[in-house]
């Protein structure tokens, strides 16, 4: 039986050049878990645990239908209070607004055949046999961004203000607008990966 593997079938999704570029994102299914914090905060390991024991349930759910498929990597959609934090654009916005303050919501990219009825499923099994309560919270999430500007951040976290400015700056050239929330596609596994030679994509929706 052969897995469906959602980074071959969506290859451009997942791909990104080390210059701004315009992409236009398509309709797609995520298994999604929100939360606020600092990254490097226990809440938040506890939020990517719930996140995989619900995606790796579900998986498994469909292997058994002969459905299988590859869990995909791990995504990220992050914001800030725009009221309180007035005029900082997402360029600035990590050097200048803490981690405390920041809002996200993981997600795990799902095939179009997994339902909201099979993942609630899973969660009330994984909530009972595993005792993770952040499970009942882990939800079907849907998202068409359409327009973005994007690029491939290569390095540490804690550098990719420095393509943030580049995509600002491609942004303003174009005379375009902010149409949605930052977004990171982590395509290295950052537990086991040297911070420089992480691979990244930064998303921003835009008009």
């Given at each position: 039986?052969?897995?469906?593997?959602?980074?071959k079938q969506y290859k451009?999704?997942?791909?990104?050049?080390?210059?701004?570029?315009?992409?236009?994102?398509?309709?797609?299914?995520?298994?999604?878990?929100?939360?606020?914090?600092?990254?490097?905060?226990?809440?938040?390991?506890?939020?990517?645990?719930?996140?995989?024991?619900?995606?790796?349930?579900?998986?498994?759910?469909?292997?058994?239908?002969?459905?299988?498929?590859?869990?995909?990597?791990?995504?990220?959609?992050?914001?800030?209070?725009?009221?309180?934090?007035?005029?900082?654009?997402?360029?600035?916005?990590?050097?200048?607004?803490?981690?405390?303050?920041?809002?996200?919501?993981?997600?795990?990219?799902?095939?179009?055949?997994?339902?909201?009825?099979?993942?609630?499923?899973?969660?009330?099994?994984?909530?009972?046999?595993?005792?993770?309560?952040?499970?009942?919270?882990?939800?079907?999430?849907?998202?068409?961004?359409?327009?973005?500007?994007?690029?491939?951040?290569?390095?540490?976290?804690?550098?990719?203000?420095?393509?943030?400015?580049?995509?600002?700056?491609?942004?303003?050239?174009?005379?375009?607008?902010?149409?949605?929330?930052?977004?990171?596609?982590?395509?290295?596994?950052?537990?086991?990966?040297?911070?420089?030679?992480?691979?990244?994509?930064?998303?921003?929706?835009?008009?």
């Amino acid at each position: 039986m052969e897995k469906l593997d959602l980074s071959k079938q969506y290859k451009a999704y997942y791909t990104a050049t080390t210059k701004p570029a315009f992409v236009e994102i398509e309709a797609a299914k995520y298994l999604s878990v929100s939360g606020k914090g600092d990254p490097s905060h226990p809440d938040y390991a506890s939020t990517l645990q719930a996140l995989y024991g619900t995606a790796y349930g579900v998986k498994f759910w469909y292997k058994a239908q002969k459905q299988d498929f590859v869990v995909a990597k791990l995504e990220g959609l992050w914001w800030f209070d725009e009221t309180q934090y007035k005029a900082i654009s997402m360029a600035y916005a990590p050097t200048q607004i803490p981690r405390s303050e920041w809002y996200y919501r993981m997600l795990i990219r799902l095939p179009e055949y997994v339902t909201a009825e099979v993942i609630q499923r899973i969660a009330d099994e994984v909530t009972e046999k595993k005792q993770i309560a952040l499970v009942k919270q882990v939800e079907l999430y849907e998202m068409q961004e359409g327009k973005c500007v994007q690029m491939l951040h290569v390095g540490p976290f804690d550098k990719e203000p420095e393509s943030l400015q580049q995509i600002l700056q491609f942004s303003e050239a174009h005379q375009l607008q902010k149409n949605g929330l930052h977004h990171e596609i982590y395509l290295s596994d950052f537990r086991t990966t040297a911070p420089e030679k992480l691979r990244t994509i930064l998303r921003e929706p835009v008009k």
